[in-house]
């Protein structure tokens, strides 16, 4: 009897072939067949597979097509990896793949991966989550060929004041800025980040009074996030207020201090 393996969904990260999980490399290196997303996913993240592994860039593959190829691999025993850019559960379009695979009574793994939002963070060296400034990441992306619900358009969501961080948006800088300023005002700090992680990585930083004038003068309209939000601007001055963990006076379950946790 043929050998079963489960299809493995991995995340490849942003970028960077050295910010995949551990797990997902040790998928890549044990992979028979390799579906990969090839206009997303960088393909240095595919040098972590086996001589031997078959690959199939699935760019110009519908649904279909794809989940076909994962389904026959699977019934051949092979060990079958779908490779997403980012994280696979972030605008990553597996569900309606998992779906057909669970019907066919296919067994399924996802391996996380590192999302842009995170790695953008970590280029800009900045925390996402600031004290009395705020606590809430909203990761989002703004209306266009793919609608989003009314509760969720953008200017409903720039009425909380977090950090937005608006995904597969950058065509749209021109509606985005014009849905956020009410709520957050022309001076809110902005990023525009480019191909976050790749060697031509590119932070834009603005506000929302001129971002769209910088990223177009930049010529960037594609593979971009756009962070928005007053956390950004924690470089420009003292921070409002510093965490509770590392204050001296104050206690927890493993260091004593002046007050105890309410």
């Keep these: 009897m043929t050998a079963r393996h489960p299809v493995i969904f991995v995340g490849a990260g942003p970028g960077d072939p050295e910010l995949i999980t551990v797990k997902g490399q040790k998928a890549l290196a044990q992979a028979d067949l390799i579906l990969y997303a090839g206009s997303l996913v960088n393909p240095a993240v595919l040098e972590w597979a086996g001589p031997a592994a078959k690959l199939i860039d699935t760019a110009p593959l ?84 793919t609608p989003v619900p009314e509760r969720e358009a953008l200017h409903e969501l720039a009425r909380h004041g977090s950090t937005l961080v608006i995904y597969l948006s950058i065509k749209l800088i021109d509606n985005v800025v014009a849905e956020l300023m009410p709520a957050y005002g022309p001076e809110t700090p902005v990023v525009v980040a480019y191909r976050v992680s790749w060697p031509d990585q590119r932070l834009i930083r603005g506000t929302l009074a001129n971002i769209a004038n910088l990223a177009k003068d930049a010529g960037i309209d594609r593979q971009a996030l756009i962070l928005v939000g007053p956390a950004l601007a924690a470089r420009e001055g003292e921070l409002q207020a510093r965490s509770k963990l590392y204050d001296q006076g104050f206690a927890h379950g493993f260091r004593g201090g002046g007050k105890g946790e309410e």
């Design 62 to 145: 519908n649904l279909e097509e794809i989940v076909g190829q994962m389904m026959a691999g699977y019934r051949q025993g092979k060990r079958v990896v779908r490779v997403h850019s980012g994280d696979p559960a972030l605008f990553g379009a597996i569900q309606e793949q998992l779906e057909v695979l669970e019907r066919e009574g296919i067994p399924c793994l996802v391996i996380p991966g590192v999302t842009a939002a995170f790695a953008a963070a970590a280029a800009l060296a900045q925390e996402l989550t600031l004290p009395e400034v705020t606590q809430t990441v909203i990761l989002t992306r703004a209306a266009g060929r």
